[in-house]
């Protein structure tokens, strides 16, 4: 079955980095767009990044244009999601997320396939 597995969170300063990665297995990697997305606690699931099926076309939420910066290695079914001076707004829950849209997609009803989270702290 489809597996989207996150992994890189954790608890940062404020003004510091982190780089989540989302290890896919289950599918044809490079037939699915992918992005980010992120929920923090009371809040609504919100669109971070997305990245096309083969990684030219990116989109970003304003929140984190010039920030963040999204890749994909379709070698190794990773996609990877930098993130530079952060600050407690980015503090959430991320979620990688696969689409069968070529682009990719700012909605999350487009997307097929979720992992399971992970958290990224931000104390300031």
């Known amino acids: 079955q489809v597996q989207l597995v996150e992994s890189g969170g954790g608890l940062v300063q404020a003004g510091g980095s982190l780089r989540l990665s989302c290890a896919a297995s289950?599918?044809?990697?490079?037939?699915?767009?992918m992005g980010w997305f992120r929920q923090a606690p009371g809040k609504e699931r919100e669109f971070v990044a997305s990245?096309?099926?083969?990684?030219?076309?990116?989109y970003y939420a304003g929140s984190v244009k010039g920030r963040f910066t999204i890749s994909r290695d379709n070698a190794k079914n990773t996609v990877y999601l930098q993130m530079n001076s952060l600050n407690s707004g980015d503090t959430a829950v991320y979620y990688c997320a696969a689409t069968s849209y070529y682009s990719g997609s700012t909605y999350a009803s487009n997307y097929n396939y979720w992992g399971q989270g992970t958290q990224v702290t931000v104390s300031s």
């Open positions: 289950g599918l044809t990697f490079d037939s699915y767009a």
């Open positions: 990245l096309s099926r083969s990684g030219s076309n990116t």
